[in-house]
T-cell receptor
Framework: GENVEQHPSTLSVQEGDSAVIKCTYSDSASNYFPWYKQELGKRPQLIID?????GEKKDQRIAVTLNKTAKHFSLHITETQPEDSAVYFC?????????FGAGTRLFVKA | GAVVSQHPSWVICKSGTSVKIECRSL??????MFWYRQFPKQSLMLMATSNEGSKATYEQGVEKDKFLINHASLTLSTLTVTSAHPEDSSFYIC??????????????FGPGTRLTVL
């Protein structure tokens, strides 16, 4: 069946450095790729998303890139801050079907 | 906008009892809601898709008679865990699609319900 692979599972960076999380998906019909941030015990919050007709999208310190040919998309966080520490989930969506990656636990050390 | 609430936020019950969890879209109508289950340090696993006015669509491996879903209105979906057992203990999260008028597939999540079965 369809799946989404996410790497790394854990990422530790120094405050101010950049963090990159990568995902690959198997369903070539996927056309919507959201990224969620989840703090401990809280709901996932949408932080950025991208559609299949766009290769890159940026929102302040956060950017997402998409390579449809390779079925690969990435989240880039620049100038990381301690409050960026959380679990990040990528997802690939087609219609009503959304498949989530396993998550990346990001630690930003002050 | 696009706020989703969930009730209760946590519940502890005895083995064999049933627990009902409510998911509401507060400021928009949601014809489709989703129920997820999340184990500690794991990802969101879709259990079922809840459709207003019709039967829910369950994912493979999810027992429909154990996890009863009712989407009685455009703002409310309920998940009832019947005859709960300790292995049902988990974090249950619902989500709703963005309003139909929006050109997006974005899902907005509820705050989750932590179920502990003793």
């Amino acid at each position: 069946g369809e799946n989404v692979e996410q790497h790394p599972s854990t990422l530790s960076v120094q405050e101010g450095d950049s963090a990159v999380i990568k995902c690959t998906y198997s369903d070539s019909a996927s056309n919507y790729f959201p990224w969620y941030k989840q703090e401990l015990g809280k709901r996932p919050q949408l932080i950025i998303d991208i559609r299949s007709n766009v290769g890159e999208k940026k929102d302040q310190r956060i950017a997402v890139t998409l390579n449809k040919t390779a079925k690969h998309f990435s989240l880039h966080i620049t100038e990381t801050q301690p409050e960026d520490s959380a679990v990040y989930f990528c997802a690939a969506s087609r219609g009503f079907k959304t498949i989530f990656g396993a998550g990346t636990r990001l630690f930003v050390k002050a | 906008g696009a706020v989703v609430s969930q009730h209760p936020s946590w519940v502890i019950c005895k083995s064999g009892t049933s627990v009902k969890i409510e998911c509401r879209s507060l400021d928009f109508q949601a014809t489709t809601m989703f129920w997820y289950r999340q184990f500690p340090k794991q990802s969101l696993m879709l259990m079922a898709t809840s459709n207003e006015g019709s039967k829910a669509t369950y994912e493979q491996g999810v027992e429909k008679d154990k996890f009863l879903i009712n989407h009685a209105s455009l703002t409310l979906s309920t998940l009832t865990v019947t005859s709960a057992h300790p292995e049902d203990s988990s974090f249950y999260i619902c989500s709703a699609r963005a309003p139909a008028s929006a050109s997006t597939d974005t899902q907005y999540f509820g705050p989750g319900t932590r179920l502990t079965v003793l």
